[in-house]
């Protein structure tokens, strides 16, 4: 069975502020996919990463970077600087094949 | 490039009644997927459609949930009769891989049902 825990709920900081959101998975494939996605208040979810099972090499993409690291099957995402415009709920997700399981999502609130 | 398009945007009905969720995925994609997001959980799979066949509806409540994509374009989620845990936000999602294995998905807006 594929799981994805992401145990912060809620998270504040106030802007320029650096912060971490955990996504934990559990799965028993050897191949697999990872996700993230920011859904702000208008409700679309929008891609932001995807990293397959095989590439740990960590990512940065301007004020975003993600950690992957197999050995605690955890893929961790960073903002550097947050902004208001940050605030949004996260979801990390896992797909095998063609079924993509979601977490519950982190609420990322960044005050002025 | 036009996005995963979705109708209606919000639905209040009453239980027992019906309701149906139009989607219109982005041009070329070739699986369109509906999702179920419960407020203050992740979207949850309802669904997974590859052109016109169905792919995976385990976790569809087939009792009361149906959903078709007839023209292998756009798509319709049906709930009838309606209860009140079905309040929710359905997602529609498409994704240009024709197997839907590592590609991302792009998402609707989704459509906001209340049950009373």
């Known amino acids: 069975a594929q799981k994805v825990t992401q145990a912060q709920t809620e998270i504040s900081v106030v802007e320029k502020e650096d912060v971490t959101l955990d996504c934990v998975y559990e799965t028993r494939d050897t191949t697999y996919y990872l996700f993230w996605y920011k859904q702000p208040p208008s409700g679309e979810l929008v891609f932001l990463i995807r990293?397959?099972?095989?590439?740990?090499q960590n990512e940065i993409s301007g004020r975003y970077s993600w950690n992957f690291q197999k050995s605690t099957s955890s893929f961790n995402f960073t903002i550097t600087a947050s902004q208001v415009v940050d605030s949004a709920v996260y979801f990390c997700a896992l797909r095998r094949y063609s079924t993509l399981t979601f977490g519950k999502g982190t609420m990322l609130l960044v005050s002025p | 490039e036009a996005g995963v398009a979705q109708s209606p945007r919000y639905k209040i009905i009453e239980k027992r009644q019906s309701v149906a969720f139009w989607c219109n995925p982005i041009?070329?994609?070739?699986?369109l997927y509906w999702y179920q997001q419960i407020l203050g959980q992740g979207p949850k799979l309802l669904i997974q459609f590859q052109n016109n066949g169905v792919v995976d509806d385990s976790q569809l409540p087939k009792d009361r949930f149906s959903a078709e994509r007839l023209k292998g374009v756009d798509s319709t989620l049906k709930i009838q009769p309606a209860k009140l845990e079905d309040s929710a936000v359905y997602l529609c999602a498409s994704s240009p891989d024709a197997g839907g294995y590592t590609g991302e998905l792009f998402f609707g807006e989704g459509s906001r049902l209340t049950v009373l």
């Open positions: 990293r397959n099972s095989f590439d740990e």
């Open positions: 041009s070329g994609h070739a699986t």
